[in-house]
């Protein structure tokens, strides 16, 4: 999920953000009366994963109650969540510049990063005659070699208040569906964004969500202040979810209106600029696979790009050549992600993937193109509960062709295997 600093506009914000969950939570709790029963609900869902899941044949969801530190608050339940984890990457470079993406998202140069992070997030939820009531906030500290800070940096990493359905905050985008518990970087369409979303359960199998998501940038001096609401261009976003025991598939898509400001270089060239609609497509599925282990799970997800080249699973959009040369045509791309889980005990679980993903824009004087294929086999041992370690072997294949005028654009790219250890801890 992207972070975003916190500057006084930020923490007027959160003022009134508290505020509004204040307002919310007091109109849900006139909205339910306070019967002892209802006490006795709020207290036995902050009960441990384990109590509170006793009859669920779902592990993935055991495994989520049993995260974190329960209190009962009123008729709710709260739960605090947090970890630190300290991270060593090293790099072996095969051909071109080796580069490391650090944990927190920044780039090192070197052939060596260490990162630390510590992560903390507290969530509420109660029932209310209107649907559960759920709000979040969650924020990180970390500090990378080569993060251009000297202690770090603190910042939000999300938030979000619900009332039945709906859900209104800085969350993943709908086009979001492949995770993976990986130290290396993946090609995958897990954008974060300014939300407001609503979902409906169609029945118990399926589920359709509509939204409207902000930031998308068409511009190098995009602001994507993760507490504004900008929705002066907006993007349009749905998804149709199907989960079963056997199979769990996902469909997404999203439309906007690709506004791309006038030429940087005028007069020079030509202003070439104009509206364009951008638009995006996802598939994903996941598939347990029990018959080999209790535990394992095949996932995958491909989608397809033009002009939201941010949902391929690449921060770059139009605005990265568009700074530069003016486009004529759409910035177009594709990528796919899959990846399989095993547990080999309770205390071993490894993980292995492969990501590729492509992008070509039709530019004035260039057709730049870029590609990378990614992939990465792990190993995590939990000795004990709430600490893990890990090691992992991954490989990265980027390369990028200027295709156009020299001078505007310079190839570049490389292949490199990148190591990693990591330990963490966790509530």
Known sequence: MASRGVGGTGFRFLSLLLMAAAMAYAGA?????????????????????????????????????????????????????????????????????????????????????????????????RQTSLGEFKSTIAGEWSKSTDDGTTNGSAYFTGWSVGLGGLTVGYTGSLMSFWEGNFLTSASSPSRSATTIVYEHQLDAANKLAAGVESNLPTSPNADTNIWEFDFSN???????????????????????????????????????????????????????????????????????????????GTTNDLVVYQSIVRSVGPTKGWSAVASYHHEWSDEWESNV????????????????????????VNVYWKPVKHLKFGAELGYVDMTIAPNGVAGYFTGNGGRAYIGTLSVSAEL
């Open 29 to 125: 709790a006139c909205a339910t009366p306070k019967t002892g029963a209802a006490k006795k609900a709020g207290a036995a869902s902050c009960q441990s994963g384990k109590a509170a899941s006793q009859d669920s044949d779902d592990e993935d969801d055991n495994e989520d109650d049993d995260e974190g530190v329960r209190f009962a608050v009123g008729d709710g339940c709260a739960k605090v969540t947090a970890g630190v984890t300290y991270t060593y990457q090293g790099t072996r470079q095969v051909v071109g510049v080796p580069r490391i993406v650090n944990r927190n998202g920044t780039v090192t140069q070197n052939t060596m990063s260490q990162s630390v992070t510590a992560s903390s997030g507290l969530e509420y939820t």
């Open 234 to 312: 907006p993007i349009y976003s749905l998804r149709w979810r199907r989960e079963t025991d056997a199979l769990t598939t996902h469909l997404s898509g999203i439309v906007r209106r690709a506004d791309f400001s006038s030429s940087p270089i005028l007069p020079l060239l030509p202003n070439t600029a104009g509206d364009r609609t951008g638009w995006a497509a996802s598939f994903g599925l996941k598939v347990p696979v029990k018959f080999i282990a209790d535990g394992d799970e095949v996932s995958a997800q491909a989608t397809y790009a033009v002009d939201a080249s941010s949902y391929l």
């Open 353 to 376: 993937f492969a990501s590729f993903v492509s992008v070509k824009a039709d530019l004035l004087l260039a057709d730049p193109e870029s590609k990378t294929f990614r992939a990465a």
